[in-house]
């Protein structure tokens, strides 16, 4: 059984960091599709950054590219999340999602489609 479970959120000043955690269960991160999202008040869902286990390539969605980086820890079963120069635009709740890898099939590029999710930890960034 897969279970994921966020920890980190904490409220911050703009400019400042945090680092995201999430255990992993129930899964090999060689199996599986792995992504952090990010749900803000009012807004819908959204992808964050995601890493694909076929070709180990890592997205990053256009408003993070350069500021967050996103690693898996095998031997922990640990992922992370790590977010530099925060801007009030980065609150939100962050969620970890996993998704079975099949074969050479894409990672699922919409939200909706991700099996397993986390409760969520809230970022808060004030200015």
């Known amino acids: 059984q897969v279970q994921l479970v966020e920890s980190g959120g904490d409220s911050v000043q703009a400019g400042g960091s945090l680092r995201l955690s999430c255990e992993a269960s129930?899964?090999?991160?060689?199996?599986?599709?792995m992504t952090w999202n990010r749900q803000a008040p009012g807004k819908e869902r959204e992808l964050v950054a995601r890493?694909?286990?076929?070709?180990?390539?890592?997205f990053y969605a256009d408003p993070v590219k350069g500021r967050f980086t996103f690693s898996l820890d095998d031997t922990k079963h640990m992922m992370y999340l790590q977010m530099n120069r925060l801007n009030p635009e980065d609150s939100a709740l962050y969620y970890c999602?996993?998704?079975?890898?099949?074969?050479?099939?894409?990672?699922?590029?919409?939200?909706?489609?991700?099996?397993?999710w986390g409760q969520g930890t809230q970022v808060t960034v004030s200015s």
């Open positions: 890493i694909d286990p076929d070709d180990d390539i890592t």
């Open positions: 129930g899964l090999e991160f060689s199996n599986y599709c």
């Open positions: 999602a996993a998704d079975l890898a099949v074969g050479h099939i894409p990672c699922p590029r919409s939200v909706a489609d991700w099996h397993y």
